[in-house]
T-cell receptor, first 113, second 114 residues
Framework: GENVEQHPSTLSVQEGDSAVIKCTYS??????FPWYKQELGKRPQLIID?????GEKKDQRIAVTLNKTAKHFSLHITETQPEDSAVYFC????????????FGGGTRLMVKP | DTEVTQTPKHLVMGMTNKKSLKCEQH?????MYWYKQKAKKPPELMFV???????INESVPSRFSPECPNSSLLNLHLHALQPEDSALYLC?????????????FGEGSRLTVL
């Protein structure tokens, strides 16, 4: 089955700096890579996703890159704000297999004002 | 309506109790999921229903019994649980196969087993 590794497990940045979280996956059949943000006591919410036919996707301050050959993908947050503080989970799935996500271990991002 | 609604939000039960967690969505999604999330850990998949049929059971103990009475509802029946089953139980839904692939999560039911 799929295995997703995520690094770092914790990340502390100063407000306004950039944050980068990296994930690797094992199953070359995976073709859908979402990122979820989970604030304390809240549900995971999708913030951005990418499919294997695309190398990069951007949405305002958030971008995701995918390297299929190396089987890794990354989340980039620019101009971080205190409200970006949360746990971020990467995930991988075969989109044509029912969207069953395998999650990475999570990264706790702390943005210091 | 892009909400997945879970009840109850909090549940405390003894090891001999029988209780149920409920989940509802009205987005027309035909795939529904139960995930278990321990503190500081990612969600772990427990069950997947596709078109109201159980398609995946990730080796979950029989003290957890899922039920999908119709395309909008998903239940998780709990019986003879152990303290280590205390966790946040997340329900989610999605299209079975679709362009977006997004999982919509409920807020979860926080379960404490005494």
């Amino acid at each position: 089955g799929e295995n997703v590794e995520q690094h770092p497990s914790t990340l502390s940045v100063q407000e306004g700096d950039s944050a980068v979280i990296k994930c690797t996956y094992s199953d070359s059949a995976s073709n859908y890579f979402p990122w979820y943000k989970q604030e304390l006591g809240k549900r995971p919410q999708l913030i951005i996703d990418i499919r294997s036919n695309v190398g990069e996707k951007k949405d305002q301050r958030i971008a995701v890159t995918l390297n299929k050959t190396a089987k890794h993908f990354s989340l980039h947050i620019t101009e971080t704000q205190p409200e970006d503080s949360a746990v971020y989970f990467c995930a991988a799935a075969q989109n044509n297999a029912g969207n069953m996500l395998t999650f990475g271990g999570g990264t706790r991002l702390m943005v210091k004002p | 309506d892009t909400e997945v609604t879970q009840t109850p939000k909090h549940l405390v039960m003894g090891m001999t109790n029988k209780k149920s967690l409920k989940c509802e969505q009205h987005m027309g999604h035909r795939a529904m999921y139960w995930y278990k999330q321990k503190a500081k850990k990612p969600p772990e998949l427990m069950f997947v229903y596709s078109y109201e049929k159980l398609s995946i059971n990730e080796s979950v103990p029989s003290r957890f019994s899922p039920e999908c009475p119709n395309s909008s509802l998903l239940n998780l029946h709990l019986h003879a649980l152990q303290p280590e089953d205390s966790a946040l139980y997340l329900c989610a839904s999605s299209q079975v196969k679709g362009a977006t692939g997004e999982l919509f999560f409920g807020e979860g039911s926080r379960l404490t087993v005494l």
